[in-house]
């Protein structure tokens, strides 16, 4: 048996046949690629279906999140107010640009809120002085004033009605700034935490989105806004330039101005980042440091007016009380 084994094997026609055969596998393994297509284009196409797939779920988020918000980030139009105000043209006599992006800063977006802006600024100096007059002619406020200082009472509360709209505008924008600003250093490590792990920019700024919300729901806000701008617009630099408009910070407008480079120019997003994530820290500790070194001078007149008095109090008290007692200053 073992004899014709060994004659098998040594046979020619059989190691010529086995040669053959492992030729015709070797063909075949090296040419399959070439009959599956380019590889770039599949790989191009996989892409293009995950950008999409991704897309998909950015659509279907931003609608839950509409309906949770019960209106979404734009409030529905109200018909009569803006009838109102396009039939008294009040975006050109009472809006101008500083006046628009005060409210872009504040976080109020689409036409809705600028026409109930409008529309306030409208009413409120006419109830303020109905009100002023009620109150002064009606119910007898201000008796002894004479009818001059009357008069200007009621025409100082139209004026602070004029002006109540303005004034509430500038506080919400101020207050989201604060809180934009508290939340940016930490925003950016975690983009950067997401940049170095290989996330794609959308994926980090909706993940920094996420996890940010429990510091800063207007931050948390505005990086889903983008998110989604940067799927819809047709160029991505709109979309950080839209970010940084929106916010009106010069650290967002930095990292912004950032982003748009590297799209442009294909820079390395990882090292900037980390450097304008250090910068925006030392810039929130130097305000806490200007707000620590404030102290002193604004607690002088505090500290005249009502610390001292006490101590001098609580220590010659005392000795007052003992001096009486002794008769030296007899009652």
């Known amino acids: 048996m073992s004899e014709q084994v060994i004659k098998t094997l040594t046979d020619p026609s059989f190691l010529i046949s086995i040669l053959v055969a492992i ?6 393994v090296t040419a399959l690629p070439a009959f599956g297509g380019d590889p770039l284009k599949s790989r191009m196409k996989s892409v293009a279906l995950e950008r999409e797939q991704l897309r998909a779920k950015q659509r279907s988020w931003l609608a839950s999140d509409a309906e949770r918000r019960k209106g979404g980030l734009r409030e529905e139009q109200s018909e009569r107010v803006r009838k109102i105000v396009d039939r008294l043209d009040l975006r050109r006599a009472l809006a101008d640009e500083s006046t628009m992006q005060k409210l872009r800063h504040a976080g109020f977006r689409g036409n809705n809120p600028t026409n109930i802006f409008l529309f306030a600024r409208l009413v409120m100096p006419a109830a303020g002085l109905a009100l002023a007059a009620i109150y002064i002619f009606v119910l007898g406020g201000l008796p002894d004033k004479p009818p001059m200082v009357k008069l200007f009472v009621c025409i100082l509360a139209g004026y602070g009605g004029f002006y109540a709209p303005v004034l509430y505008v ?24 997401c940049v170095e792990s290989g996330m794609s920019i959308e994926a980090a700024f909706r993940k920094v989105a996420d996890e ?5 729901v207007d931050l948390a806000e505005e990086l889903v806004l983008t998110n989604a701008e940067l799927s819809y617009l047709q160029e991505r630099r709109a979309a950080y330039e839209n970010l940084a408009e929106r916010t009106g910070l010069e650290s967002v407008k930095s990292v912004s101005q950032t982003l748009i480079q590297a799209e442009r120019y294909g820079t390395p997003v990882a090292h900037a980042l980390r450097v304008l994530a250090q910068e925006s820290r030392e810039m929130r500790m130097n305000e806490a440091e200007k707000k620590a070194a404030a102290l002193p001078p604004k607690l002088t007149v505090p ?22 007692q002794r008769g030296i200053f007899p009652n």
């Open 170 to 193: 500038t506080n919400r924008s101020t207050k989201r700034k604060q809180s934009i600003q508290l939340a940016w250093p930490d925003a950016l490590d975690l983009m950067l935490i």
């Open 303 to 324: 500290m005249i007016l009502f610390f001292l008095p006490v101590l001098f109090a609580v220590i010659l008290g005392p000795a007052g009380i003992q001096v009486s």
């Open 212 to 216: 940010i919300g429990s510091q800063s």
């Open 23 to 28: 030729a015709v596998f070797a063909t075949l």
